[in-house]
Every structure is written in C-alpha cells, then in structure tokens.
C-alpha cells in the first residue's frame, strides 16, 4: 500500500523530479513482487502472515493471497501510466500484461 502513497503522491504534487527517484525504488519492488506470482499469475506469500486489514480472509502462511493480488492488480495498472509518463512504454506494456493476468 506504500507504493500507492507514492502514486498519490506524484499525481497530487506534480512532482516529477522526486518521482523520478522514487520510481526506481517502485521498480525494483515491483519486480521482487513479480518474483513472488504463482504460475496461476497470483500472489504468493509463502511463510509470512499476510495481513490485510482484521478480516478473516487469506489467513494461511503459505499459497496464492487474494487481497495480495488485487493490490498488486491495481499497482501495476497505476504505475504503468508513471512508466508511461516518464517514456518507458515496454515498462508500461510489462505492467499492464501482469495486471491483466493478475485480474483475470
């Protein structure tokens, strides 16, 4: 959820400049996050609570996490329009394809 800070952040400031440096840690983020989707395309959190909110939902320490995905959905369809705004169209490209896939 950090990251959509971030996202928010850049679309209410404008600020192109500090984007710019925190995109290359969004990035990165991105792609560990990439390393963690199941062959099903789905977030996997193998070994640590994933805790979304209070709710009885996705409580198991291991397998595909719902909430996960979703999240990470709607991260890669937001900052593929910052790849975009910032010239990287095969980035933005990259991100919609996993959020298709993730969303699917």
């Known amino acids: 959820m950090t990251v959509k800070l971030v996202y928010d ?3 209410y400031s404008g600020d192109r400049e500090g984007m710019k440096v925190l995109f290359g840690y969004v990035k990165k983020m991105l792609s ?13 959190s193998d070994g640590a609570w994933n805790l979304i ?4 939902n996705d ?3 291991c397998g595909e996490v719902t ?3 979703a ?11 910052v790849a975009d705004d910032f010239g990287e169209s095969e980035l933005k490209k990259k991100y919609l ?3 298709d896939k993730l969303c699917d």
């Open 32 to 44: 560990n996050c990439e390393n963690m989707l199941s062959s099903r395309g789905l977030f996997v």
């Open 67 to 69: 909430a996960s995905s």
């Open 97 to 99: 394809a996993l959020a």
């Open 59 to 61: 409580l198991l320490m």
């Open 53 to 56: 909110e209070w709710a009885e």
């Open 9 to 11: 952040y850049y679309m």
């Open 71 to 81: 999240w990470l959905c709607k991260l890669y369809r937001v900052f593929a329009t």
